[in-house]
């Protein structure tokens, strides 16, 4: 984005809106494909990201990077699908529309009907997107820029590196992303207001990935409902991510707005599982007790969890950690609570004007794992799509049921 503002020239440092830098970034973003357009998607709805006087102009004019990407042309699209599924593409489907419907950065989707009649959602990776990441993994501009984006500062940036890479190096697995698909459709079985499409395996492969046609309203078109529809609907997003983390121990590290599909009754639709992460087996006893200690307002029991979680040891550095952490948590602390654009904005401001800390006179700064990167990434998105529902909702008491459900309440919270 550095070198999109000074190619854009004057007009990225004196336009109060930015309105011509950011639609030069979009233009620039939008002809590459992997990673670059990737971070364009992330700039495009996380808060915090871009300076607030310019946020509007770029989300405008980042947001088409969102399902709009560059598309690959219906002939090479037939031409991946029957490579990896073994026959023509009329044997496979009865109809397959060879326009897409969305396009992101890995792969396309299109519209099709099985033999058995059967509506699906076709996705196919663009050709020779692989090549086209690892090449942009080998870039030493793009990985710097990879990690300044999805990386706290305090993350090694060498082992920040190594996971953003093993991370995007899984998202071009679709079998891989089938199986946490299914995982996930597991884990919230039986949940009325939470559904994953099903997964269509005799016609999926490494690069094409079928799963059952799913309907349902855009964040955008949902906020603008009433504010009983938008609390549902903001509870079983908490409800989804949290039950992942806490009770299953695994998250799906990329809350694109693109990624949920609103239905009627607070349900939700959640969509593409490339981007999947489990949570350290060290990290899940703290974790668990910090929402505990959260959901019955025990401030002492929570900063004891956090430190334990961070690996901090007081001094300056582990004292605004322990804090930082904790604002993090006033959903939870202050639930109901609104959680709204200012707030996620805050919270990443904060974290910038931490890295002050890293040379911490006493000496009390520790290297954060790298497993923390994407609960980073998840985190600001996450809280950036909750923001744009804009309204109060009680996630303390969500918190209850399910971790009640699961026996991983404690004494105190029963």
Same mark, same amino acid.
């Not at 503002?5 to 336009?15: D, T």
């Not at 969509?271 to 505990?292: N, T, Y």
């Not at 979680?309 to 930082?324: P, Q």
């Not at 609570?337 to 520790?366: H, I, N, P, Q």
């Given at each position: ?12 440092? #004196?336009?109060? %809106? ?10 620039? #973003?939008?002809?590459?494909?992997? /990673? ?35 598309? %690959? ?57 692989? #090549? ?12 710097? !820029? ?29 079998? /891989? ?35 059952? +046609? ?24 908490? @409800? ?5 983390? +806490?009770?299953?121990? =695994? ?14 009754? !607070?349900?939700?639709?959640? +969509? ?65 609570? @609104? ?11 904060? #974290? ?11 000496? %009390?700064?520790? =290297?954060?794992?790298?497993?923390? /990167? ?25 918190? @209850?049921?399910? +971790? !009640? ?10």
């Amino acid at each position: 984005m550095a070198g999109v503002g000074a190619r854009a020239g004057a007009g990225f440092v #004196l336009s109060k %809106s930015g309105v011509d830098a950011a639609e030069y970034a979009a233009e620039v #973003l939008g002809t590459l494909r992997g /990673l670059a357009a990737k971070v364009g998607q992330t700039l495009s709805y996380v808060d915090g990201l871009v300076p607030e006087a310019q946020r509007e102009s770029y989300e405008r004019a980042l947001s088409k990077l969102r399902d709009k990407a560059p598309r %690959s042309s219906s002939s090479a699209i037939r031409k991946v699908i029957e490579e990896e599924l073994g026959a023509p593409i009329e044997r496979l489907f009865a109809s397959f529309d060879p326009e897409p419907f969305a396009s992101a950065s890995i792969g396309q989707v299109h519209r099709a009907r099985l033999p058995d009649g059967r509506a699906v959602a076709v996705k196919v990776q663009h050709p020779g997107i692989a #090549l086209a990441v690892e090449s942009d993994l080998k870039n030493a501009g793009i990985a710097e !820029g990879l990690v300044a984006t999805f990386a706290p500062k305090g993350v090694d940036p060498k082992a920040a590196y190594d996971e953003v890479a093993k991370r995007f190096r899984e998202e071009l697995d679709y079998e /891989l992303e089938a199986q946490h698909q299914r995982d996930f459709a597991g884990f919230h079985a039986g949940d009325a207001k939470i559904s994953i499409p099903g997964v269509i395996a005799e016609r999926s492969s490494r690069r094409v990935l079928t799963s059952e +046609l799913s309907e349902g309203l855009s964040l955008e078109q949902a906020a603008t409902l009433s504010e009983t529809e938008r609390r549902a609907w903001a509870e079983t997003l908490w @409800r989804f991510v949290f039950k992942g983390n +806490l009770v299953h121990g =695994m998250f799906n590290a990329d809350p694109h707005p693109g990624n949920y599909l609103f239905r009627p009754d !607070g349900a939700v639709t959640f +969509l593409d599982f490339g981007c999947v992460q489990p949570i350290a087996k060290e990290s899940v006893a703290p974790a668990r007790a910090m929402h505990r200690a959260a959901i019955d307002k025990q401030e002492a029991e929570f900063a004891g969890a956090a430190q334990r979680l961070l690996g901090t040891h007081g001094g300056e550095y582990g004292t605004r950690a322990v804090a930082y952490v904790r604002r993090c948590f006033e959903p939870m602390f202050n639930s109901p609570f @609104r959680l709204s654009r200012e707030y996620t904005t805050g919270l990443f401001t904060e #974290l910038r004007e931490m890295k002050r800390l890293m040379w911490a006179k006493d000496g %009390s700064f520790v =290297m954060l794992p790298p497993s923390m /990167l994407f609960l980073n990434r998840l985190q600001f998105g996450f809280y950036s799509v909750l923001a744009r529902l804009d309204v109060s909702a009680d996630y303390a008491a969500v918190e @209850r049921r399910f +971790l !009640g459900e699961a026996g991983l309440l404690g004494p105190t919270s029963v």
